[in-house]
């Protein structure tokens, strides 16, 4: 058990550019979760998977951004038309119906 | 009103210091409490997991709840140098659910 794994850690797009981020959770966790984070605050929550099932958006997840996650294990963070206000840290997470969340590392954004 | 406060500070202290860090919360739904510990561009690393009120003890470390003041405590006993980093609590109303994240404090130890 490695830990929480994303992929890339560092991503740099130009404007408009669409981007793929991936989470590799730990293996026995049924949770899986998106944040995003920028600099001086918290993390912010994006969605969560239950297994495969997808069970809460935040309304931060705009129409742009679209998560998944095929057959319960790995997931993938889309983001179309990047905008200079999506450079961020995204950060995934998973957990066991709950108890303790485990975060990876992070994917940094940059869009220029 | 933001859901979670959390002073940012920074907050300097000297090594073996007591330190207090604190956040205040205004959902009175919440169950869970955690705090992390973030350094600088690594992810979060959970440290203390509370359900409801009541103190909890992890070798330097007590987590304690307050939900009738909707408040939440996290004390460090001699502190290191190595424990300067970021600090976020962090709360859910239902176990598995989305975490609410305060701003963060940001502790810095000197030896």
């Known amino acids: 058990d490695t830990g929480v794994s994303q992929n890339p850690r560092h991503k740099i797009t130009k404007r408009g550019q669409n981007v793929t981020f991936r989470c590799d959770p730990i293996?026995?966790?049924?949770?899986l979760y998106w944040y995003r984070q920028t600099l001086g605050q918290g993390p912010e929550f994006l969605t969560y998977?239950?297994?495969?099932?997808?069970?809460?958006k935040s309304r931060l997840l705009s129409d742009r951004f679209s998560a998944e996650r095929p057959k319960g294990s790995f997931s993938t963070l889309e983001i179309q038309r990047t905008e200079q206000g999506d450079s961020a840290m995204y950060l995934c997470?998973?957990?066991?119906?709950?108890?303790?969340?485990?975060f990876g590392s992070g994917t940094r954004l940059t869009v220029v | 009103q933001k859901e979670v406060e959390q002073d940012p500070g920074p907050l300097s202290v000297p090594e073996g210091a007591i330190v207090s860090l604190n956040c205040t919360y205004s959902n009175s739904a919440f169950q869970y409490f955690m705090w992390y510990r973030q350094y600088s561009r690594k992810g979060p690393e959970l440290l203390m997991y509370t359900y409801s009120s009541g103190n909890k003890e992890d070798g330097r470390f007590t987590a304690q709840v307050d939900k009738s003041s909707k408040y939440i405590s996290l004390f460090i006993r001699d502190s290191q140098p190595s424990d300067s980093a970021t600090y976020l609590c962090a709360m859910s109303d239902q176990a598995g659910t989305a975490l609410i994240f305060g701003k963060g404090t940001t502790l810095s130890v000197s030896s």
């Open positions: 997470a998973s957990s066991l119906y709950g108890y303790g969340y485990t």
């Open positions: 998977f239950q297994n495969e099932a997808q069970l809460e």
């Open positions: 293996s026995e966790h049924n949770r």
